[in-house]
């Protein structure tokens, strides 16, 4: 019955979907062609589901998975390389939608999930309708279809999945699955070793693809200026950003942690202070409106699902912080050997009286702006598109020079 109710689904709002991006044709059309894939791919993932037992490891449901999530990071580029589309709102309400797919990893509430991405859709679809109203109907229509096509999945997954997918309890393992490619880079100070809920440790992958694997690296004593006198080059004469309160400011990054962990939620803001060699820190049920706040913590690893308006790493040393998404920006302050990795949209990064800040950038980051001040160490990876990443410091030492109008100041490279 799932498998058969999946199909009506297919040949019901998503064959509407796809018929309308036809219509409208261009970029929509050929977005819609990934879509459609994508759908297809779940369909097949769903009847392994109903005629084997749940996989035995975390590893070989990864491996199940991998097709369908290769899906989604390929309707996500597709946006991303066509930023200069007639047509940019449709994609980027599908780009912004389609991680409903993942509902299949979340438990124990999916359908949830799924109401969740069809809103982060909507704010593309009303643009649509906001511009095309007046000028075709087949634009609004188009925009009908897909949110009802998100509306039926949820209503399928409340009636056949309701706590998550549900597998066969009898029948044979499916041969011939690959395993997950390697990750690129050592996978232990990115994401927690021992996650309780498995599937939920699944989340990144369908939703982001392999961006996961590209976590962070290890911050050596030869890099750490503090360390290595002949790395330093001084540092930036810009005004410091104030970050949090005064009290926070003075604190340092190497004060000895004799107070209890801390890790709760204060109205909005989620406050995660004191912990020590705590790698399993998670927030998984982040709102846009909330902030996350982590305060002198060491040693110490944190996740953040969801996407939130700001998050703030303040007197923190040797920690990560791997994220979805913030709406405004990510600071760090009186920090040491800190770094970051930003899985879908950060537009500010703000480093203020920090040494050692390592900064992944996803895809999606691409136009971030960083903004430092008495800070050193600083490096930015950007992605390739072999999967690799490609590091540049930030600049740590400028000139500046006399002119009538006042000073000009530049960066100065690196010497040697």
Known sequence: MSVTAYEDLLAGPVKEYLQLSEKIGGDVATHSKLVEKAFQLQLEFIRTAANRPAPAN??????????TS??????????EKSRGS???????????????????????TPA?????????GQFYTNRVLKEWKEKDRVH???CKAWVQTLTDLQQYVRQHHTTGLVWAKTGSAVAGIPPPPP????MGDVVPANISDDRSALFAEINQGEAITKNLKKVTSDMQTHKNPSLRTGPAPFKAVHVGDAASMKTSANASIDKCPVFTKDGKKWLVQYHKGNKDLLIDSAEMNNVVYMFQCQDSTLVVKGKVNTITIDSCRKSSVVFDSVVSSIEFV????????????VPT???????GCQMYLSSQSMDVELISSKSSEMNVMVPQENGDYSEYPVPEQFKTTISPKGLNTIAVGSLG
Not at 113 to 118: A, D, H, T
């Open 58 to 67: 975390l590893s070989e449901q990864i491996g199940l998975l991998a097709p």
């Open 70 to 79: 290769t899906q989604i990071q390929k309707i996500q580029e597709f946006r």
């Open 86 to 108: 007639q047509f940019f709102n449709h994609l980027s309400a599908i780009s912004e939608s389609t991680p409903a797919l993942g509902w299949v990893v979340v438990t124990p």
């Open 112 to 120: 949830p999930y799924i109401k969740e991405m069809n809103d982060a």
């Open 140 to 142: 609004v229509e188009w």
């Open 183 to 186: 990750p690129s880079m050592p």
């Open 334 to 345: 009186n920090c040491q050997s800190v770094q970051m990795q930003v899985l879908g949209k």
């Open 349 to 355: 990064i703000s480093i203020d009286k920090t040494d």
